[in-house]
């Protein structure tokens, strides 16, 4: 450390002081000479002590700023030296890296990763299924001459549909009640159609006929009005209205799927008896057949039907599923029980099929499935003309011989 003047005078005084009390004490019997000395001793102690006391206070404070400088300079060493150490490639530490999770077998389901089938799945299974059922069940429509009754409740179950969504959105419902509410009004209305049918077959005033005119007019109307009140739904109805749906949800294609195998088990359970009273109810009742309950079962099948197909792809559909594959299989002369089996079959190609072409075309679904099931028909009545055409060239044959 470098010496103030202060230490200096300090210094000199004090061997200044040493040197006359040396002098003096070498003259024996002189005491006031020495208590000289002393009072000039106490005085250059007084005047020496507020510069000592100055002097220590400075060295003490410039020892603890360095003894703190110290401390920081070794703090800020030893921080370093364990950033250094905690410090990956790139600087950052590295105990703020994201550890990566541990390698899986099962990778999680993306649109890259997924294929095909697990994108268009659902929506295929539920034309497969739909097509089987309604296609067996048009056969009775088209037999009995009553196709107006299915696009009657193909337009009284998209009604359904619009008052469920009306009812969800006004009353503010949501998660089991959004998706449970609207098929179920489709199926209520569609019943309830099924039994204005059923009562007026009997009733001149009020015919059957009157009944499908109602039926297919007024839903129309009343879709029509109520789709603007509920604009948040207004994409799903012109779904269902022109059958434009891409997507199936799951828990339509179980509904679908459980309503198809309940209506072909019943259908191969009752065959006979619902045959029987379709194509004579006269004969049917005669022998002791329920040919009231047949009938309100295989009419309560179709509005089924009618209802959770129509949710699920649409009204347009589900009408040319239910009448086009009959139209064709009927014309087949190769026994009532195969033209049941060619008609569900043919609808389950062009319900499954019809979603291909779409996906090919890039189209409306409705419309392709519509476009196949009307391809297939002509397809079977030609094939049903070219086997009568054969058979009449062979008996011609025959007969000549």
Request: charged content about 20%; cysteine-free.
């Given at each position: 450390m470098s010496t103030s003047p202060r230490h200096i005078w300090t210094f000199v005084s004090l061997i200044v002081s040493l040197c006359v009390a040396s002098s003096?004490?070498?003259?024996?019997?002189?005491?006031?000479?020495?208590?000289?000395?002393?009072?000039?001793?106490?005085?250059?102690?007084?005047?020496?002590?507020?510069?000592?006391?100055?002097?220590?206070?400075?060295?003490?404070?410039?020892?603890?700023?360095?003894?703190?400088?110290?401390?920081?300079?070794?703090?800020?060493?030893?921080?370093?030296?364990?950033?250094?150490?905690?410090?990956?490639?790139?600087?950052?530490?590295?105990?703020?890296?994201?550890?990566?999770p541990p390698p899986s077998d099962v990778e999680e389901d993306s649109p890259d990763t997924m294929s095909a089938w697990d994108l268009y799945r659902d929506p295929i299974l539920c034309g497969l299924f739909a097509g089987a059922a309604l296609g067996l069940l048009g056969v009775y429509v088209v037999a009995r001459r009553i196709v107006f009754v299915s696009a009657a409740l193909s337009q009284v179950s998209a009604l359904g549909i619009t008052i469920g969504f009306f009812i969800v959105g006004y009353g503010g419902l949501d998660g089991v009640w959004h998706d449970t509410i609207p098929p179920l009004s489709a199926i209520a209305l569609a019943f309830a159609v099924v039994f204005a049918l059923t009562r007026a077959g009997e009733s001149s005033s009020f015919p059957r006929d009157a009944v499908l005119g109602v039926a297919f007019v007024l839903p129309m109307a009343l879709v029509l009005l109520l789709g603007p009140y509920i604009p948040q739904e207004m994409h799903e109805i012109e779904s269902i209205l022109h059958g434009s749906a891409v997507v199936v949800r799951t828990r339509d294609l179980y509904a679908v799927g459980a309503?198809?195998?309940?209506?072909?088990?019943?259908?191969?359970?009752?065959?006979?008896?619902?045959?029987?009273?379709?194509?004579?109810?006269?004969?049917?009742?005669?022998?002791?057949?329920?040919?009231?309950?047949?009938?309100?079962?295989?009419?309560?099948?179709?509005?089924?039907?009618?209802?959770?197909?129509?949710?699920?792809?649409?009204?347009?559909?589900?009408?040319?599923?239910?009448?086009?594959?009959?139209?064709?299989?009927?014309?087949?002369?190769?026994?009532?029980?195969?033209?049941?089996?060619?008609?569900?079959?043919?609808?389950?190609?062009?319900?499954?099929?019809?979603?291909?072409?779409?996906?090919?075309?890039?189209?409306?679904?409705?419309?392709?499935?519509?476009i196949v099931a009307a391809v297939l028909a002509l397809v079977l009545r030609s094939l049903g003309w070219g086997w009568d055409r054969w058979l009449s060239a062979d008996t011609n044959s025959m007969g000549d011989v």
């Open positions: 003096v004490m070498a003259e024996p019997g002189s005491e006031s000479v020495e208590r000289e000395l002393e009072s000039i001793e106490s005085e250059i102690e007084a005047k020496s002590s507020p510069e000592s006391s100055e002097a220590e206070d400075t060295d003490t404070g410039g020892e603890s700023i360095e003894s703190e400088l110290n401390a920081l300079e070794r703090e800020i060493e030893r921080d370093a030296g364990g950033e250094s150490r905690d410090t990956g490639t790139h600087g950052t530490p590295a105990t703020s890296r994201t550890p990566e309503a198809s195998a309940l209506v072909i088990a019943t259908q191969m359970l009752g065959f006979h008896g619902f045959v029987f009273a379709s194509l004579d109810p006269t004969v049917a009742r005669t022998r002791g057949l329920p040919v009231d309950t047949l009938d309100a079962v295989l009419f309560g099948s179709i509005a089924l039907m009618t209802g959770l197909v129509t949710r699920a792809l649409g009204a347009l559909p589900t009408f040319a599923l239910t009448v086009l594959p009959a139209i064709g299989a009927l014309r087949l002369k190769i026994g009532l029980s195969r033209v049941f089996v060619v008609a569900s079959l043919a609808g389950a190609a062009a319900g499954g099929g019809g979603y291909g072409l779409a996906l090919v075309i890039d189209g409306s679904v409705g419309a392709s499935q519509t």
